[in-house]
């Protein structure tokens, strides 16, 4: 199965009826970029900057982050990365900063983390922005923004950037060539915005670990809960249909870099309502690529219509009994 997948490193994932699905990966730290090459994936999807955070003793200064975003961007070569600015505070607790709070913070994933802990800490931000600034000078550069809420969040965030860009080019010093915005979805109040918030940015990706957790009020982390949602429960399935459907009519890259997407049924209820961008686990990418082969889009979308209009008992015995039947 591995050689089979090694084969598909360089092919291309068409579906069956030639719609191009881009298959990316997730990483975080430097040793994560040969699985670049290694699994085919298109680029990197979701690279976690809080990785260095996490893993460092103390906080790592713009000179560190410079280097590390450098290598990986050198590392990516032609394939684009999306930097994530850091998700740290709430449960991805950091010692050395005192998120203190976070250790009274009863409900951490709903807590001040990310983006809205970046915005209070300005400092951090700028650096990281400096850094990442640095780091693209003379190529493209991706930025998204974490459990964004509101789209204010957003332009907030893109402010901090575009501030420092300034500073940069004031200084005569090198700066990216292109610079992208965008922002993870994965705050469900975030989903009724998006006709204010689409114009402002370049893409969105569906967080689907937080996402899911938000919508069924259920705590990612705690296994007593892990078998009490699904991921192709009707609600989640609706929910992200109806995400997909509000891009129609906006040039806005629409993709998800949650965990559902490197699973077989999940990936395949995905395309079947409308994401063509999947970014996954490296370890995914093969399976999926080819997946991805196999599947008519045309009929899977129509199946995925019905079965959202009216949702069977079982979805996800119905979903692997059609793909069984295909061959998938
Ligand atoms: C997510 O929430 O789905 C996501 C991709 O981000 P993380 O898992 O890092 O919270
Ligand atoms: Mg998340």
Redesign the pocket.
């Known amino acids: 199965k591995q050689a089979a997948y090694a084969e598909l490193r360089d092919v291309e994932p068409f579906t069956r009826d030639g719609t191009r699905i881009t298959v990316m990966m997730n990483a975080g730290l430097r040793d994560d970029m040969s699985a670049l090459a290694m699994s085919g994936a298109d680029g990197v999807g979701?690279f976690?900057t809080e990785f260095q955070f996490l893993v460092s003793s103390t906080l790592p200064q713009r000179d560190r982050q410079m280097r590390l975003y450098r290598d990986v961007l050198d590392a990516a070569g032609d394939k684009p990365v999306i930097f994530r600015t850091v998700?740290i505070g709430g449960d991805k607790a950091v010692p050395y900063l005192d998120t203190a709070v976070a250790e009274r913070d009863e409900n951490p994933a709903m807590g001040w983390r990310a983006l809205r802990l970046s915005l209070e800490r300005e400092g951090l931000l700028k650096a990281q922005a400096r850094a990442l600034l640095e780091a693209a000078a003379g190529r493209s550069l991706s930025v998204m923004f974490?459990m964004v809420s509101e789209p204010w969040e957003f332009d907030a965030g893109k402010k901090v950037f575009e501030d420092q860009l300034a500073f940069q080019r004031d200084r005569r010093r090198q700066v990216p060539e292109t610079i992208r915005y965008g922002c993870?979805l994965?705050v469900p109040a975030l989903a009724d915005m998006l006709d204010v918030l689409l114009p402002k940015l370049s893409f969105v990706s569906v967080?689907?670990?937080?996402?899911t957790q938000f919508l069924f009020a259920a705590d990612r982390a705690n296994p007593k809960l892990a078998e009490r949602y699904d991921w192709l429960s009707p609600a989640i399935l609706r929910f992200l249909a109806r995400v997909s459907r509000s891009f129609v009519g906006h040039d806005v890259q629409l993709g998800v870099?949650?965990e559902m997407g490197g699973r077989r049924l999940e990936a395949l209820a995905l395309l079947g309502i409308g994401y063509r961008r999947l970014s996954i686990t490296p370890a995914a990418v093969g399976p999926i690529k080819e997946l991805v082969r196999k599947v008519d889009l045309g009929e899977l979308t129509a199946q995925m219509s019905r079965w959202l209009a009216a949702p069977p008992p079982d979805m996800r015995g119905a979903l692997q009994q059609w793909a069984g039947e295909r061959d998938i």
């Open positions: 979701l976690r998700d974490p993870m994965e967080g689907t670990n937080d996402l870099c949650g």
